[in-house]
């Protein structure tokens, strides 16, 4: 199974509103960060948050970091329809060497 | 400012045969990765050069080969092509591993690639 498990797969608000997704890791790490996709284009760092980091913000995000349930979530406030994205996390972590793991991905749809 | 460069971004390839996917990182930057992303699925590690070494390995398979080169350019060579190799390839480049002190991975836009 996947380092990083993300939850919900797909998600689809209207402008202004609020979006929030979650991501489930295993093992212990030096950080999580998340990245945003859009449709077959490369990946794009939004965030990093370090283990030893419960919360942190930039812009319109808000990342929580919980080390005890090994889980993070991705908070976008006051949406745009240029959200409209997947938003991967991905974990560097202890085990798995120079490398970022990351989740399944969730689908964020943006209704203008 | 330079971004991550790959090429080809489009390729087609019958069964069996063979292709090279080319890497440019930004400049200064001493370690590259590649990941492979089928549709809908999250990009899976393949791996990763530092300084021309490889730094570590993922699930990248036999039939595929890959080094970074002493201008830090980096190419990934796929041999005996499956129907399943189809995929977007992502190579990321850092200064420093892990991402360095930021911990952050910049992405090119990736190589589609197309086994027919």
């Known amino acids: 199974s996947q380092q990083g498990e993300e939850d919900p797969q797909a998600l689809s608000i209207q402008e202004g509103e609020n979006a929030t997704m979650n991501c489930s890791y295993k093992?212990?790490?030096?950080?999580l960060q998340w990245y945003r996709q859009n449709s077959g284009r490369g990946l794009v760092h939004l965030i990093l948050i370090r283990s030893n980091e419960r919360e942190k913000h930039s812009g319109r995000l808000r990342v929580t970091l919980d080390t005890s349930k090994k889980s993070s979530s991705l908070l976008i406030t006051a949406s745009r329809a240029a959200d409209t994205a997947s938003y991967f996390c991905?974990?560097?972590?202890?085990?798995?060497?120079?490398?970022?793991?990351f989740g399944g991905g969730t689908r964020v749809l943006v209704k203008p | 400012a330079a971004g991550v460069i790959q090429s080809p971004r489009h390729l087609i390839k019958e069964k069996r045969e063979t292709a090279t996917l080319k890497c440019y990182p930004i400049p200064r930057h001493d370690t590259v990765y590649w990941y492979q992303q089928g549709p809908g699925q999250d990009p899976q590690f393949l791996i990763s050069f530092y300084e021309k070494m490889q730094s570590d390995k993922g699930s990248i398979p036999d039939r595929f080969s890959a080094q970074q080169f002493s201008d830090y350019h980096s190419e990934l060579n796929m041999s005996s092509l499956e129907l399943g190799d189809s995929a977007l390839y992502f190579c990321a480049s850092s200064y420093g591993l892990a991402g360095g002190d930021t911990g952050e991975l910049f992405f090119g836009e990736g190589s589609r690639l197309t086994v027919l």
């Open positions: 093992t212990s790490i030096n950080n």
């Open positions: 991905a974990t560097d972590n202890l085990a798995a060497g120079n490398k970022l793991t």
